[in-house]
Nanobody, 126 residues
Framework: VQLQASGGGLVQTGGSLRLSCAAS?????????MGWFRQAPGKEREFVAG????????YYARSVKGRFTISRDIAKNTMYLRMNSLKPEDTAVYYC???????????????????WGQGTLVTVSS
């Protein structure tokens, strides 16, 4: 199983980016939760956003709520993170993750996720 994150880059404050996470090796389809986490230099990895197995439930960290939007295309086995109004404090390596448990309840706990992508760097300049 592989999760391939892409879409990171350098953007100015106030700009936008869209991250993608393509899954291969198995389908997470409509049965498994997926999420985005990030890790800034010198800090622990933190939850950013999660989307339920059905796509009907989403959950965001307080710091990104209203600016970021998580979505998934079940047919393409791909998850997205649209990031608007980016701030320098959003600078981090962003990781996508998937829960191996079907129909899981927990979207935001890092321990709930079993598969991780390699990360994509987002740098927001001031």
């Amino acid at each position: 199983v592989q999760l391939q994150a892409s879409g990171g880059g350098l953007v100015q404050t106030g700009g936008s980016l869209r991250l993608s996470c393509a899954a291969s090796g198995r389908s997470f389809g409509s049965t498994n939760n997926m999420g985005w986490f990030r890790q800034a230099p010198g800090k622990e990895r933190e939850f950013v956003a999660g989307i339920s197995w059905s796509g009907g439930r989403t959950y965001y960290a307080r710091s990104v709520k209203g600016r970021f939007t998580i979505s998934r295309d079940i047919a393409k086995n791909t998850m997205y993170l649209r990031m608007n109004s980016l701030k320098p404090e959003d600078t981090a390596v962003y990781y996508c993750a998937a829960d191996d448990t079907k129909y899981g309840d927990n979207l935001y706990d890092i321990s709930a996720y079993d598969y991780w992508g390699q990360g994509t760097l987002v740098t927001v300049s001031s």
